[in-house]
């Protein structure tokens, strides 16, 4: 099994900052990417930002500039800095990766969610 379990969600006002971060555990072979998506009331889930095993980044255009993703291998870890928060950011915010399992293919991975809520 594989798990991957989000934190760093919470209520901030405009302008303000959030780290969130998302950690995947179990019968873990390989990560190849991992990436953060959101999905606001009413809306489709979007993606935010990707980045790859060789650390290649893709971003939301809406968050260019202001989002920064990375991860740390060794902890199997996905973060994402969000700095200058609008009210458009509030949403769900969802941790995906593709991992490989002992024995098995590459699988899409999805966390919990966790809340971020910007105040204008």
């Known amino acids: 099994q594989v798990q991957l379990v989000e934190s760093g969600g919470g209520l901030v006002q405009a302008g303000g900052s959030l780290r969130l971060s998302c950690a995947a555990s179990?019968?873990?072979?390989?990560?190849?990417?991992m990436g953060w998506y959101r999905q606001a009331p009413g809306k489709e889930r979007e993606l935010v930002a990707i980045i790859t095993s060789d650390d290649n980044t893709r971003y939301a255009d809406s968050v260019t500039g202001r989002f920064t993703i990375s991860r740390d291998n060794a902890k199997n870890t996905v973060y994402l800095q969000m700095n200058s928060l609008k009210p458009d950011d509030t949403a769900v915010y969802y941790c995906?990766?593709?991992?490989?399992?002992?024995?098995?293919?590459?699988?899409?991975?999805w966390g919990q969610g966790t809340q971020v809520t910007v105040s204008s």
């Open positions: 179990g019968s873990i072979f390989s990560i190849n990417a």
């Open positions: 995906n990766a593709n991992i490989l399992r002992y024995g098995w293919g590459y699988s899409n991975y």
